[in-house]
């Protein structure tokens, strides 16, 4: 499975990588900002972007707005936040979002839960 991941804090986004290669069909990709994954979006999307909503620049759902007309069925795209906030889930729902995970303790259970299906043992919305 091919995934980018768009996180700027490079702990963080280590973090994740790590949990997520135990996978061995996993091919990661790490971005710092919106602006330097949408340079690598030449022809299609990866399988997966995870995307952390507060970036430098362009933030996530900016950047979720521009590959939206790109998206079909064989992608997903999950929103990252710290944030707890209904209204912006809300307004994430309303554009399209379907996944969306706070960095909190479960938030590698989260991902890995998504990224095989299994969305509904989780409180997260599809």
């Not at 990709?29 to 399988?47: A, I």
């Not at 839960?113 to 997260?124: A, C, F, P, V, W």
């Amino acid at each position: 499975m091919k995934i980018y991941l768009i996180e700027d804090d490079p702990i963080y986004a280590e973090f994740i990588a790590k949990a997520l290669k135990n996978e061995p069909t996993n091919e990661l990709k790490v971005f710092s900002t919106g602006e330097d994954c949408l340079k690598s979006l030449s022809t299609s999307l990866p399988d997966v972007m995870i995307i952390d909503y507060r970036l430098p620049g362009m933030t996530g759902i900016d950047l979720y707005e521009k590959i939206k007309p790109r998206i079909t069925d064989k992608n997903k795209v999950i929103l990252l936040s710290s944030l707890d906030d209904g209204n912006m889930v809300l307004s994430f729902i309303q554009r399209g979002v379907r996944d969306y995970v706070i960095k909190d303790e479960n938030v590698i259970d989260s991902l890995t839960s998504i990224l095989s299906g299994k969305e509904d043992d989780y409180y997260l919305f599809k």
